[in-house]
């Protein structure tokens, strides 16, 4: 309007007021339609925002996640589900479902029948942090209106549609989590509990029980964690002092064992924790060999030499899939190894691979392998990284 404005007088000019409103206008209509144009070409780009994350499902779809919809691709075509404001990572279930927050609430995503389910809504929880382990949704918020406190609400996932239900947690002990990561989950005496890690420094992992009690796990917690880990009721604390082991006696946790032997391991970050987890074993990384710990002994056993070992890491699926990667870099080459019964077996190699290179991305997850390269992604699926062509 303030622009039409000034187009419509000039300084010094005797006309009829007939004149300037004939010119105001069509000032007026020839900004607005400029305008118009401008909002046109700026929704055009957020529609076609670039890709945030991409999953490969276990049926072979490609799910794609950029800030305004989720693109279903197939052997079959691609399809789009559009309507959303992604505000954070998308996160996987063992069994493909995905989990994701847009600005209206939390959503479940399952490719297996193409369903998406509202689990939270954001006008009945201003929802401030949350995290899945197992099979439930835990979710930190206020209660719309002032004066609510901020609480802790859990979901059961398998109960079918229902209404979160509050667990007692204190404000202030809340606050402390809300920051935390969670890496394990299971029940004792028949109580479910969560485990949570801090991410400031020195603080110690806490437990929390249904019922809203909190304990620390108990002494000999190392400094500065780099990792946690829950398998077959026992807590894995990667730190300072080395890999610590701790096993459950009655409610507390003691200290059962500590490794400073040098031995690391990769999990998946985008995967929801799984419950009560069990595996024989562990297999990682130590100098240039590839090392199994024994979750009974915990003793270390090397079953493999690296051939890169700086450009080399096991990621561990729990329960039973383990992958070795090795890059290259001289040689520009990236060979997928899988690691069964101690045995490490070449799986397939690919040429032409920088990781330095710009545009250049290697993501393992659990159903198989996302290479993307020179601005185009390639799919191939375990157990044989067939690929796969949508």
Request: charged share 25%.
């Amino acid at each position: 309007f303030t622009a039409a404005l000034l187009l419509a007088f000039t300084r010094y000019d005797l006309r009829l007021s007939t004149a300037y409103v004939r010119k105001y206008l069509l000032s007026l209509g020839l900004t607005l339609l400029l305008a118009f144009g401008i909002s046109l070409s700026l929704s055009a780009l957020g529609s076609t925002s670039p890709v945030v994350t991409e999953i490969l499902a276990p049926n072979h779809k490609l799910v794609q996640f950029d800030r305004y919809a989720i693109h279903v691709q197939s052997e079959t075509g691609t399809r789009s589900i559009r309507g959303f404001i992604l505000t954070d990572w998308p996160r996987v279930s063992p069994d493909g479902r995905i989990v994701f927050r847009d600005v209206s609430g939390i959503y479940l995503y399952d490719p297996a029948n193409d369903q998406n389910r509202l689990l939270i809504n954001a006008r009945g929880i201003e929802i401030r942090s949350y995290w899945l382990g197992g099979e439930g949704l835990l979710v930190a918020g206020n209660r719309p209106g002032r004066g609510n406190p901020l609480s802790l609400f859990y979901l059961d996932l398998t109960a079918g549609p229902e209404q979160p239900r509050k667990i007692p947690v204190p404000e202030k002990t809340l606050a402390g989590l809300i920051s935390g990561d969670l890496f394990g989950t299971g029940k004792s005496g028949g109580r479910r509990f969560w485990l949570f890690r801090s991410r400031r420094a020195n603080a110690a992992p806490a437990r929390l029980w249904e019922d809203g009690n909190v304990q620390d796990i108990g002494d000999g917690i190392p400094k500065r964690i780099r990792w946690a880990a829950y398998i077959n009721g026992l807590v894995f604390l990667d730190g300072s002092e080395g890999l610590s082991i701790f096993k459950e006696n009655g409610e507390r946790l003691e200290l059962a064992k500590r490794i400073r032997e040098g031995i690391s391991f990769s999990f998946p970050w985008n995967e929801w924790v799984p419950d009560q987890p069990k595996a024989p074993a562990l297999y990682g990384k130590r100098g240039d060999r590839v090392s199994r710990l024994d979750l009974t002994s915990f003793e270390i056993t090397d079953i493999g030499a690296l051939k890169t070992p700086r450009g080399s890491w096991v990621e561990a699926f729990l329960p039973d899939l383990f992958v070795l990667i090795e890059e290259d870099p001289a040689l520009k080459k990236l060979a997928i190894s899988s690691i069964l019964d101690d045995r490490v077996e070449k799986v397939r190699e690919f040429e032409d691979f920088d990781s330095s290179q710009k545009g250049t991305r290697l993501e393992i997850q659990r159903w198989g392998v996302l290479l993307t390269r020179r601005g185009s992604t390639e799919a191939f699926a375990f157990p044989d990284l067939r690929e796969i062509k949508f």
